[in-house]
């Protein structure tokens, strides 16, 4: 693997790793993210965390590195309604609209990044 694509995928693994850290420093802060029509606001948050984590410590690892990319796109696809609720309650969230809008392309683009690592190597 070359030196830039290892440090892109450390990179990406580290910033799930620190997502799901965060998910139980900020619990409260990521229920608030919750739309009201999913049940079980905190253990569907702490469970996320898991993932996160989980999911970011087994894409650097080479055997377990294109099963983490594709649960991370699952994930990624799975906390998007998330991201439109936090759109539509831009009010609800200390953060400038542009943001809010913003955040909803990069879920694609986490998406696409996570894609680059599915395939074998």
């Known amino acids: ?17 620190a997502g799901g850290i965060g998910h139980f420093i900020a619990t ?10 999913l049940p079980l606001h905190r253990p569907l948050v702490l469970l996320s965390g898991v ?13 377990s590195s294109r099963f983490a ?10 906390v998007f309604p998330a991201n439109i ?7 609800s969230f200390p953060l400038p609209p542009l943001v809010h809008l ?3 392309p990069l879920q694609g683009l986490l998406i696409l990044w996570a894609y ?6």
């Open 1 to 17: 693997m070359k030196a830039w694509t290892l440090v892109g995928k450390v990179l990406f693994a580290v910033l799930f790793i």
């Open 28 to 37: 409260d802060f990521y229920v608030k993210m919750m739309p009201p029509y």
């Open 51 to 63: 993932a996160e984590i989980a999911l970011g410590l087994l894409l650097l690892i080479p055997e």
């Open 69 to 78: 990319a594709w649960g991370l796109i699952a994930l990624l696809i799975a």
């Open 85 to 91: 609720y936090i759109y539509q309650h831009q009010q």
């Open 102 to 104: 913003l955040r909803l």
């Open 116 to 121: 680059a690592y599915t395939r074998p190597r």
